[in-house]
């Protein structure tokens, strides 16, 4: 019998398993065709996609680096080393845990190591941009300890730091959580510091929507200043669907220990290879340039809807992020976002500051301008971006209307081909 012979049949995507790989294309063109303006989206580059592609999945490897449960380490250790001394570098970071799955699990972690159940805490409140876990209550965070919610003012909806600092007198939590998911301004980490300090809570700042603009010098970091910081690593930091938790080095051994044993068996290896390559692409100048197109393509987008008579969040944006109150254009921001969506705009419906409509039909549209720019488009695509926006919103209901903006959308991302898709 030859060599040939005794190699088993190990057939593609494409012959194994014809509907997943269809599936696949199909995703693939819809990321090619259409604008993609989800706030927590982003292009992976090639690189990253091939290490999370990689053989690394078939490796467990419970436990850290030279402290593992399991034998035959020696590569995972140095990939997840690499990881770690590569986030290090890239934030100014004392302690970093690559482990956690994802962000939300970072930040499970986070109360585990620190919170007994029933313990006081204090987050931005979802309907103010907020995230789940910091203490919403149908999270997990909500239900399992005493969360009290902070919010916006109504004149601005910016922060109320008044507020924030009154709730943490009277409950005296014991984490303090500085983090958002529908917020266009820049946190102010110092003064979140301060109120903690004031009632001796733990500061945590969660930066999964802005860690590529902190790693890009456009957004004050709060490695430092907090005690924790926990991040996805991929919306626009552009690395894979994974998570990291970054310390004091006097909280490591709690962090580590929450992590695992606490919640998680073994790490995704093959996440981590990710995530050591897109640190390592973000500690250049070329990502320190992406970051700064983020930012200035999200406030040329602003201008443009403003211009058009939007009413936005807070007024703009510092950030990558818009929030938009459609209701003053007699749309909701349910049917704003699916006919965009049909006009190759994508974006989500998203609750605004004060909502007096229902969170799965609420008044506005979150939009981000993350994959937007790792496109190579510029202020200019954002202007003309911010025309075909208001044109579908003015006509949500005319088939020309969203065609015809369709087209144009599809000319716009035939010249701007997205990094890690390849060209057919």
């Not at 995230?131 to 997990?140: C, D, F, P």
């Not at 600092?165 to 939590?173: I, T």
């Not at 926006?389 to 003015?394: D, G, H, L, T």
Request: with cysteine.
């Amino acid at each position: 019998m030859s060599k040939e012979q005794t190699i088993l049949h190990d057939p593609h995507l494409s012959e194994r398993d014809p509907e997943i790989f269809s599936l696949i294309k199909e995703e693939e063109k819809r990321e090619t065709d259409k604008i993609r303006l989800i706030a927590s989206e982003n292009y992976a580059s090639r690189a990253v996609l091939e290490a999370t592609g990689s053989i690394l999945t078939n490796k467990y490897s419970e436990g850290y680096a030279d402290k593992r449960y399991y034998e035959g380490q020696q590569v995972i250790d140095q990939v997840e080393n690499l990881a770690i001394n590569r986030m290090k570098a890239l934030f100014g970071a004392e302690h970093v845990n690559v482990q956690p799955y994802s962000g939300s699990p970072a930040n499970l972690a986070v109360y585990l190591a620190f919170c007994d159940p029933g313990d006081p805490i204090l987050g931005l409140s979802l309907p103010a941009g907020g995230h789940l876990t910091h203490g919403w209550k149908v999270s997990i965070s909500g239900k399992y300890f005493n969360s009290v919610g902070y919010g916006v003012r109504k004149d601005d909806h910016r922060i109320d730091f008044d507020e924030v600092a009154r709730l943490a007198k009277e409950h005296r939590p014991k984490l303090i959580w500085a983090g958002t998911s529908a917020y266009p301004r820049t946190l102010d980490f110092a003064k979140f510091r301060e109120i903690a300090d004031d009632v001796g809570a733990l500061l945590i700042a969660d930066i999964a929507h802005i860690s590529g603009l902190v790693a890009g010098g456009q957004h004050p970091s709060p490695v430092g200043i907090a005690d924790v910081v926990t991040s996805t690593t991929h919306k626009t930091l552009r690395g894979p669907r994974g998570g990291v938790i970054m310390c004091k080095e006097e909280h490591a051994k709690a962090i580590d220990r929450a992590v695992f044993p606490g919640l998680q068996g073994g790490p995704h290896n093959h996440v981590t290879a990710g995530i050591a390559v897109a640190a390592k692409e973000a500690n250049t100048p070329e990502f320190k340039a992406y970051a700064k197109d983020v930012v200035d393509n999200a406030q040329a987008l602003a201008e443009s809807l403003l211009g058009h008579g939007f009413s936005l969040v807070t007024g703009g944006t510092d950030n990558h992020l818009i929030v938009a109150d459609v209701t003053a254009k007699g749309i909701a921001g349910k049917v704003a976002a699916q006919a965009l969506d049909r006009a190759g705009i994508v974006c989500n419906y998203n609750s605004i500051p004060f909502d007096p409509r229902k969170p799965f039909d609420p008044s506005g549209i979150r939009i981000g301008t993350s994959s937007f720019t790792s496109r190579g488009m510029k202020a200019a695509e954002a202007k003309l971006l911010g025309d075909w926006i208001n044109e579908v919103v003015a006509a949500p209901e005319d088939d020309k209307v969203i065609e015809k903006v369709a087209r144009e959308v599809k000319e716009c991302c035939d010249s701007f081909p997205p990094p890690g898709i390849p060209v057919d």
